[in-house]
C-alpha cells in the first residue's frame, strides 16, 4: 500500500535549536518525495523536493530508501519556521497524485 | 499565489442541503485536484481531474461529486451535506509537463461547517 506516515502531530522547540520533522513511506517503486508548508494564513506551497537536492530556508531533506524516510531538517529554527509541514509521496504510476501525510505542526518559540 | 482561487470562502450550512464549491485557475494547468483537510489526518484527496474529459475518484469520494466545467474550472459539489463534511477544502492544480508534474499550487481554501 502507498502510504507517507508523519508520527508527530505537533513539534515544538526553541530559537536557534535543531529541527527534524519525520517522514516515512511506503511506495513499491521509486519514490518521489516532497515536502509541503503551510504558514498562518497562507496557501499550501511546496517547500523541497528530493530530486533537486537543494536547501530551501534552510531546510535540507535527504531521501533513505533503506529506512524509506525523509525527514526535514534544520540546524537552527527561526520563528517564521512555525508552520504546518506535510510530507508527500508522488505517484508516477497514477499519474503523478500526491499522497499526503497527516501533517506535523512545527511552533519555533522565541 | 492568487492564479488559483476557490469560491466561498466560508460557508454554513444545515444538514441536508446541496452545496456546491468552486474553484478557477488561471495558471493554464490541465490538472485540478479536490482535497479536504481535518486536524490529525492531513490533506484527503476527493476527485482530481487530469483534462476536462478525465475525471477519477479520489480516496474518499462518497458523498461527493464534481463537474470540470472547462479547463480552469472544476467544482466540487456536496448532494446531501452531512455535518462530518465540515471541513477545510482546498483546490489545487498541477501541469503535467514533465517534472513539474508534482508541483500542485493551492486555491486558498474553503472552510465549510455543515449544521
Known amino acids: 500500500a502507498q502510504r507517507v506516515t508523519q508520527p508527530e502531530k505537533l513539534l515544538s522547540v526553541f530559537k536557534g535549536a535543531p529541527v527534524e520533522l519525520k517522514c516515512n513511506y511506503s511506495?513499491?517503486?521509486?519514490?518521489?518525495l516532497f515536502w509541503y508548508v503551510q504558514y498562518s494564513r497562507q496557501r499550501l506551497q511546496l517547500l523541497l523536493r528530493?530530486?533537486s537536492r537543494e536547501s530551501i530556508k534552510g531546510f535540507t531533506a535527504d531521501l533513505n530508501k533503506g529506512e524509506t524516510s525523509f525527514h526535514l531538517k534544520k540546524p537552527f529554527a527561526q520563528e517564521e519556521d512555525s508552520a504546518m509541514y506535510y510530507c508527500a509521496l508522488g505517484t508516477y504510476n497514477q499519474g503523478g497524485k500526491l499522497i499526503f501525510g497527516q501533517g506535523t505542526e512545527l511552533s519555533v518559540k522565541p | 499565489d492568487a492564479d488559483v482561487t476557490q469560491t466561498p470562502r466560508n460557508r454554513i450550512t444545515k444538514t441536508g442541503k446541496r452545496i456546491m464549491l468552486e474553484c478557477s485557475q488561471t495558471?493554464?494547468?490541465?490538472?485540478m485536484y479536490w482535497y479536504r483537510q481535518d486536524p490529525g489526518l492531513g490533506l484527503r484527496l476527493i476527485y482530481y481531474?487530469?483534462?476536462?474529459?478525465?475525471?477519477n475518484k479520489g480516496e474518499i469520494s462518497d458523498g461527493y461529486s464534481v463537474s470540470r466545467q472547462a479547463q480552469a474550472k472544476f467544482s466540487l459539489s456536496l448532494e446531501s451535506a452531512i455535518p462530518n463534511q465540515t471541513a477545510l477544502y482546498f483546490c489545487?492544480?498541477?501541469?503535467?509537463?514533465?517534472?513539474?508534474?508534482?508541483?500542485?499550487?493551492f486555491g486558498p481554501g474553503t472552510r465549510l461547517t455543515v449544521t
Open positions: 528530493h530530486i
Open positions: 511506495y513499491s517503486g521509486s519514490p518521489e
Open positions: 481531474s487530469f483534462d476536462v474529459k478525465d475525471i
Open positions: 495558471k493554464g494547468h490541465d490538472r
Open positions: 489545487a492544480t498541477s501541469d503535467s509537463a514533465d517534472r513539474a508534474l508534482y508541483e500542485q499550487y
